[in-house]
Every structure is written in C-alpha cells, then in structure tokens.
C-alpha cells in the first residue's frame, strides 16, 4: 500500500470519526428532536463508500491522467444514486422519522463531500506528478 493511500484512509477515518461524533454530539445537546435512532447508519454508509471511493482511485492508471475525471464523475453519480436508494429505504421502513433523518443524511453528505473533493484534488496532483517525472525533460511544462 503506498504512502499516498494509507495518508488518505487515515485521513477519511479520522474525518469520519470527528465528523461523525461532533454531529452526533451537536445534534443530542442543541436539537435532540431531531436525532434519530438510526443515526449511526449515515456515518457507516459513507465511511464505506469513502473506502471504495480510495480503493477506486488508487486502482487508476497514472498513465492515463484524463482516467480519472471521469471515475471521478462516476463515483458521485453511484453516490447519488445509491444515496437516493437508502433515503427511499429509509422512507419505507420509517415514514415518521424520513424528514429528520433525511436532514442529517444531508448535512453529512455535504461534509462529506468536502473532504472527498479534496480526496480528489490530491490524487490527481500525485498522478499528474508522476506522469510528469516520467516525461523526458524537454517534453516537461514547467
């Protein structure tokens, strides 16, 4: 596993991990109505994805930069999709709690988006920097 990978999933679990706690604990101290029960189902769901999201990207050529664009893009439209499939879920098993815990499905999919973004940006730095070292020196953009 490389230097790059471990940095990030250490990165997304302690995200996660502060993400996950702090809104818990701001949710049960400033608006305890709106916590739900199931609430460690939302951090669980995107730790998971957050996973797969790396594992993805770390499985991408650095020989072909352009790649990762569009797993980037396919990645948040799986997201999306699957995040509407357990919002529906939800609605069928819960019809009284689907307003709440849809809110904070949503807060933490934001935040969450955040740090994947960044995620991202960094991993396509680290490849284009590859690609570049791997260029002979006159073919180099500085």
């Known amino acids: 596993m490389t230097k790059l ?5 250490i990165f997304h679990t302690s ?9 818990w604990f701001l949710l049960k ?23 797969i999201f ?3 990207f770390n499985h991408n050529s650095p020989e072909k930069p352009e790649k990762i664009v569009n797993t980037y893009m396919l990645m948040r439209m799986i997201k999306i999709f699957v995040s ?4 529906f879920i939800y609605w069928i098993v819960d019809k009284i ?12 999919y934001l935040i969450n988006l955040i740090w994947e973004t960044y995620i991202y940006m ?3 730095m ?3 920097y590859k690609g570049d070292q791997k260029k002979p020196p006159r073919e180099r953009i500085d």
Request: proline residues 5%; without cysteine; aromatic residues 22%.
């Open 5 to 9: 990978t471990k940095y990030f999933l």
């Open 15 to 23: 995200m996660m991990l502060v993400t996950g706690f702090g809104l």
């Open 122 to 124: 960094r991993m396509e």
């Open 97 to 108: 709690h689907i307003r709440n815990f849809a809110i904070i499905f949503v807060i933490f």
């Open 29 to 51: 101290w400033l608006f305890p109505d709106i916590l739900v029960e199931t609430y460690p189902v939302i951090p669980i769901f995107f730790y998971l994805l957050g996973l």
């Open 126 to 128: 680290y490849i284009k």
């Open 84 to 87: 509407a499939v357990i919002l």
């Open 54 to 56: 790396i594992y993805i």
